[in-house]
């Protein structure tokens, strides 16, 4: 059976289907819109995901690409009129408005600085990719470097003061403000009554898992998608309601909801 006989036949699914006027559908972007690739800045989105997203966007009361990505990066890759929230919920732009946290300026140097001594002192192999307001610290295609990369972000947090989060072959530093997936996606749940729905891939998309959680305690129907990979944690196909074969299945399944 393929991917989307399989989204075709769910009755969740079909259930939300027909409930799509006022709901909140949110993804991220790598991992499940785009394929995962070496080279963080060449990813794309899969060939046809931008019109399905566009035509889908058009059927839910707020379709959102909610990601650790930069919005700066969003806005280049997505279509145009889509919610999107960047840099786990710092920097974000809806209804056509941009609008940024208002303590997180203050710590753009912070973070260029210590984007700059990890390229002169962290770990050879390790690539530094500096994100504004946040660093990621790579180590895929070394995944000999995990113990040390993940030693090195450990000084290099507490040194600046900044929160640690781990990632797909990678960790990311954030300034200290509570802000994640979750806080900006109960944001995006506020202006609408219909269900939720997250699609995510990785350990960053738990904390909107955990909005959801919040959310149907208190009434609100909610679905929690995860786009399969090799590198998936556990505790996401533990907490998945439907599990799809990575990006490919994720269009397959924004389809099926935009054909509805």
Do not use: N
């Not at 994640?180 to 609408?192: I, S, V, W, Y």
């Not at 939720?196 to 909610?222: K, N």
């Amino acid at each position: 059976m393929s991917t989307e006989d399989a989204v075709v036949e769910s009755a969740e699914l079909a259930e939300l289907a027909a409930d799509l006027g006022d709901a909140v559908l949110a993804t991220d972007f790598d991992g499940t819109l785009s394929p995962i690739v070496d080279d963080p800045s060449t990813a794309e989105m899969l060939p046809g995901a931008a019109e399905i997203l566009l035509r889908l966007s058009h059927r839910v009361g707020e379709l959102a690409v909610v990601s650790g990505r930069p919005v700066s990066f969003l806005t280049q890759k997505c279509p145009h009129g889509l919610t999107l929230v960047g840099l786990y919920g710092l920097e974000s732009i809806r209804g056509g408005e941009r609008v940024d946290h208002p303590t997180a300026g203050v710590w753009r140097e912070t973070m260029a600085d210590v984007a700059t001594a990890a390229e002169l002192q962290g770990p050879s192999g390790m690539r530094v990719e500096l994100k504004g307001l946040s660093i990621t610290l790579h180590y895929r295609g070394r995944p000999d470097l995990a113990d040390a990369v993940d030693a090195y972000s450990l000084v290099a947090a507490k040194s600046a003061g900044l929160q640690r989060r781990p990632a797909r072959m990678s960790i990311e530093l954030h300034p200290p403000i509570d802000e994640d997936k979750g806080t900006a996606l109960l944001r995006l749940a506020e202006d609408h009554e219909g269900p939720v729905v997250y699609i995510g891939d990785d350990i960053g998309d738990l904390a909107a898992f955990d909005a959801l959680d919040e959310l149907q305690a208190g009434g609100r129907r909610v679905m929690r998608i995860v786009a399969s990979s090799d590198e998936m944690a556990d505790e996401l196909r533990e907490r998945a309601d439907v599990v799809v074969e990575g990006p490919a299945g994720v269009l397959a399944l924004l389809r099926v909801l935009a054909d509805s």
